[in-house]
Nanobody, 115 residues
Framework: QVQLVESGGGLVQPGGSLRLSCVAS????????MAWYRQDPEKQRELVAS????????NYADSVKGRFFISRDNVKNTVTLQMTDLKSEDTSVYYC????????WGQGTRVAVSS
């Protein structure tokens, strides 16, 4: 059974940092480009960052470039999103999936940036 389980969210002040983790089971992430997304209620899901499977090339949305950093561990079957210099507009629910959104979405992890 395929599962994507995100964790690491929370409440943080502007300028703070959080580290999100995604543990995949039921498939090997080594075959896929993986990505982090975020979605607010009544808004479309937004691609935040992606990472290739072969050489870990990364790509970021302009809004997070230079502040967020995606990484992967194919042995542990995990994808991580290090978020720094967080802003109020980063408040959202964050999800991971393949870059083609192959699998059912997990429950996500909520990030709230507020003073």
């Amino acid at each position: 059974q395929v599962q994507l389980v995100e964790s690491g969210g929370g409440l943080v002040q502007p300028g703070g940092s959080l580290r999100l983790s995604c543990v995949a089971s039921g498939f090997s992430i080594s075959y896929y480009y993986m990505a982090w997304y975020r979605q607010d209620p009544e808004k479309q899901r937004e691609l935040v960052a992606s990472i290739s499977n072969s050489d870990s090339r990364t790509n970021y949305a302009d809004s997070v470039k230079g502040r967020f950093f995606i990484s992967r561990d194919n042995v542990k079957n995990t994808v991580t999103l290090q978020m720094t210099d967080l802003k109020s507009e980063d408040t959202s629910v964050y999800y991971c999936n393949t870059d083609s959104q192959t699998y059912n979405w997990g429950q996500g992890t909520r990030v709230a940036v507020s003073s």
